[in-house]
């Protein structure tokens, strides 16, 4: 039924109206919190993204300061940057006080060499560009060898082993420094394959990087070691 306003008390009028002020009010404080709400679990997400990012940069200092004292995490603009090479590319340069040649590792092993510089970016030859070799150590037996790029996506191989070469599948490859231009120790990869062929004079070894080097995110950059001989595999 529809009610007279005029008929009822001023004071029940005045509480009436009062209370659908307040109504009004209530809902707006609502939507207002609402909105709130929403923006808040935004912000909460964007902070756990921000501290799992912040966790994972501290576990890659914390791992790298184990085999260096003085390093820089730089992030990878382009994993992707050459069609015919194997080439990354980094938002750290000059104005970092990066130098050619410097050795890139990640918290797993060897990852490149950078081979040009600008003001604030630097590109990295990755350890398995074909045209590319690193002086490698059988952790094992402490033999010699050499470790290259292959045609595969993220494949090393060894080359130029005898036949004899006293080498076992899971032996670990790490830089031997010899020739100068890779800090010495420095894990490169696990031995996958080995196919020995009487006629022929060396082994087919292949090797599987500790780093993923088709899927980059961060690498370590290090100063504690200035190679002696610069890349030529430009």
């Known amino acids: 039924p529809l009610y007279n306003l005029s008929s009822l008390p001023r004071s029940m009028i005045t509480s009436f109206m009062k209370e659908q002020e307040d109504i009004e009010i209530l809902n707006s404080q609502i939507k207002d919190l609402k909105a709130e709400n929403m923006s ?37 603009l382009n994993n992707s940057a ?34 040009e510089l600008n003001m604030m970016s630097s590109k990295i030859i990755l350890i398995n560009d074909i045209n590319h070799n690193v002086p490698g150590n059988i952790s094992r037996t402490g033999e010699k060898v050499i470790v290259a790029g ?16 006293d080498i076992k599948v899971g032996d670990i ?12 120790n420095i894990p490169i990869g696990k031995v996958a394959s080995i196919t020995k062929d009487p006629e022929k004079k060396f082994s087919a070894i292949d090797v599987k990087p500790f780093e993923n080097l088709n899927n980059l995110s961060d690498v370590i950059l290090i100063w504690d070691y200035q190679p002696s001989i610069e890349t030529k595999n430009e």
């Open 82 to 115: 050459s069609p015919t090479r194997k080439i990354a590319i980094i938002d750290k340069g000059q104005n970092d006080g990066l130098f050619k040649a410097q050795n890139v590792i990640g918290i797993n092993g060897l990852i490149g060499q950078i081979i």
């Open 150 to 165: 292959s045609s595969g996506d993220n494949d090393l191989m060894i080359q130029f082993a005898p036949i004899d070469t």
């Open 40 to 76: 808040l679990k935004i912000k909460l997400q964007e902070f756990d993204s921000l501290k799992e990012e912040n966790e994972r940069l501290l576990a890659i200092e914390k791992k790298s300061l184990a085999s260096t004292k003085k390093q820089k995490i730089a992030k990878v």
């Open 173 to 184: 490859i790490t830089t031997s420094g010899v020739a100068g231009r890779f800090k010495s």
